[in-house]
């Protein structure tokens, strides 16, 4: 199994962006598929954006579709969130999770198997 491990988080201006970060542990990283949800003050847990094992396919909310981008780099067992643009609505805390199984990609946005204890991204003027 791998253990999530977020980092990247911070507070950002309207309009500008941030990178987050994943390293998750595990010799069989390349086997996950990999993802990331959000938890903003008050709302429940959404779905962001996963890709497949190998990146060939992603996956994302309509609220960040063309302004978050996900991309991981087997070679390192990380995987990151490129988020530009950034709102007020965006403020929340980023999880990264992970999920061996196989399934359309579509289907991880319900839930993943293991997460990360999250990273907190404030944006604000």
């Known amino acids: 199994q791998v253990q999530p491990v977020e980092s990247g988080g911070g507070l950002v201006q309207p309009g500008g962006s941030l990178r987050l970060s994943c390293a998750a542990s595990g010799r069989t990283f390349s086997s996950y598929a990999m993802g990331w949800f959000r938890q903003a003050p008050g709302k429940e847990r959404e779905f962001v954006a996963v890709?497949?094992?190998?990146?060939?396919?992603?996956f994302y909310a309509d609220s960040v579709k063309g302004r978050f981008t996900i991309s991981r780099d087997n070679a390192k067992n990380t995987v990151y969130l490129q988020m530009n643009s950034l709102k007020p609505e965006d403020t929340a805390v980023y999880y990264c999770t992970a999920d061996v199984r196989q399934t359309e990609i579509w289907r991880y946005s319900f839930g993943m198997d293991y997460w990360g204890k999250g990273t907190l991204v404030t944006v604000s003027a």
């Open positions: 890709i497949s094992w190998n990146g060939g396919s992603t």
